[in-house]
């Protein structure tokens, strides 16, 4: 199975408007780490925000949300207010804490912000 | 903040020659360091696992004897890709963990096109 599913191979926003990029993932351990990136054309991979498995409130930086709805195993990013240099592939991944440094990645999200 | 270099960010090669690749953790020592591949539109696909003083572990299906990694210091692993052929043509990217933190901060990527 998955680890980590991306289901929107590709996004369209307005520019200023928000943008919700889905992501669920699949784990059986009770202590793990959730990442989102974002690797725009020149390929280089910037880390966006992280949200423990053991956080109690969602995990935000900047202009950068993450919805964490632990029950429904999801880790879903809003980018507010978006901008025309946020169009770029976004990965979602998590680390489990059993399975050492290992991150799983997602298939990523390709988003384009809209003038 | 976390800065990870990697050298060179683009490389052609001919067919059979060896190409080394460098990553290295600009402000902080990483014990371990990550070795990845990315096809194009395609999300990254870890290859190894470097250690610093020991041997990488390696990922199922990618040949050790083909893509060697040395970890010498706790700021540089170095991947050398063997008797390059053409389908060994992709972009490769290294990540650093930082001793005590969750994430993982990567390095630009290298362009790697053997002809």
């Known amino acids: ?4 599913t991306q ?3 590709g996004m369209f926003v307005q520019e200023k408007e928000a943008v919700t990029l889905d992501c669920t993932y699949d784990t059986s351990d009770p ?3 959730l990442f989102w990136y974002k690797q725009p054309s020149s390929g280089e991979m910037i880390f966006l925000i992280y949200q423990g498995s053991y956080d109690q409130q969602n995990a935000t930086e900047g202009r950068y949300s993450l ?7 999801s880790a879903n990013l809003v980018i507010s207010a ?15 804490e059993g399975t050492g440094n290992q991150f799983y990645f997602g298939t990523g999200t390709s988003l384009t912000v809209i003038p | 903040g976390a800065v990870v270099s990697q050298h060179p960010s683009r490389v052609i090669c001919k067919s059979g020659t060896s190409v080394k690749i460098e ?3 600009l402000d902080f020592q990483a014990t371990t360091m990550f070795w990845y591949r990315q096809f194009p539109k395609q999300s990254l696909m870890l290859m190894a696992t470097s250690n610093e003083g020991s041997k990488a572990t ?3 299906g990618v040949e050790k004897d083909k893509f060697l990694i040395n970890h010498a210091s706790l700021t540089l ?8 052929h053409p389908e060994d043509s992709s972009f490769y990217i290294c990540s650093a963990r930082r001793t005590g933190r969750e994430t993982q901060y990567f390095g630009p990527g290298t362009r790697l096109l053997v002809l």
Request: net charge positive.
């Open chain 1, 1 to 4: 199975a998955q680890k980590i």
């Open chain 1, 7 to 9: 289901t929107q191979p």
């Open chain 1, 31 to 33: 202590s793990y780490g």
């Open chain 1, 67 to 73: 919805n964490f709805q632990k029950a429904r195993k």
């Open chain 1, 82 to 96: 978006s901008q025309l240099g946020d169009s770029a592939m976004y990965f979602c991944a998590m680390r489990e």
């Open chain 2, 23 to 25: 990553c290295r953790s």
């Open chain 2, 58 to 60: 390696y990922e199922q």
């Open chain 2, 77 to 84: 692993s170095t991947l050398t890709v063997t008797s390059a």
